[in-house]
């Protein structure tokens, strides 16, 4: 294997919600989960140095490490490997939810941590965010498991916003999908920018922009910076 790929910044580290895919379905499901992430990581890095259409298979399975006929039992084709990409974002989003419905933290402190855990995965570099945004746009198969999740991650924070208007901490005559709408384009127009202009750092951009966001949605009293 190339150990490089495997300690490069583009690829190390994940969300945990996809880590922790099948840890309690067995050591067989264990190892289908691992080697699932271990080809999204190496796919990750090829794109970003090359774009997803200068990328093979080959490229691919090569990187991580297994033959070509096992990435078949993972995935349709090269495409849908950044199908992993919006399943870690909706697991982020799930997280923040259950964040949300314990109660034990303030909503603008659960919004704003979300928000940086959003940006973690496209904002390795900017060459990766531009790649994976170039990507989306470019593959029919992609936008389209883009699109699934995007719409169970809006519901999802649609009921956070809920959960937020109920508490006092979010305006209550907000429509809540309009500020999830609002949110999910926060998180990826912060991206996109800061991956042509490349400074300050993304926490930077995405600092600002939360704070942005959280005064045009919270309660009097709550819209301070944090």
Do not use: C
Request: aromatic share 4%; proline share 2%; hydrophobic share 40%.
């Amino acid at each position: 294997m190339n150990n490089s790929r495997k300690s490069g910044r583009v690829t190390s580290g994940s969300s945990s919600a996809f880590d922790k895919a099948g840890t309690s379905g067995g050591r067989r499901a264990r190892r289908a989960a691992e080697t699932r992430v271990r080809l999204f990581r190496s796919a990750l890095e090829l794109i970003a140095e090359r774009g997803l259409p200068n990328v093979t298979v080959e490229d691919i399975t090569e990187g991580a490490d297994v033959g070509k006929g096992t990435f078949f039992n993972y995935f349709a084709s090269k495409d849908h490997v950044l199908g992993v990409m919006a399943e870690i974002q909706l697991g982020k989003v799930k997280e923040a939810a259950e964040m949300t419905l314990d109660g034990s933290r303030p909503m603008r402190l659960v919004l704003r941590r979300l928000m940086q855990r959003l940006a973690e995965e496209p904002g390795r570099s900017p060459k990766l965010a531009r790649a994976l945004m170039s990507s989306f746009l470019a593959s029919e198969s992609v936008r389209e498991i883009l699109k699934r999740n995007l719409l169970e991650g809006r519901k999802t924070l649609m009921e956070m916003v809920a959960a937020g208007q109920k508490r006092g901490e979010i305006k209550a005559g907000l429509k809540k999908q309009k500020v999830a709408v609002q949110l999910l384009q926060t998180v990826m127009g912060t991206v996109l920018l800061w991956s042509l202009h490349e400074k300050p750092g993304l926490d930077a951009w995405m600092e600002d922009s939360f704070q942005a966001l959280w005064r045009s949605i919270a309660v009097s009293g709550n819209g301070q910076e944090v």
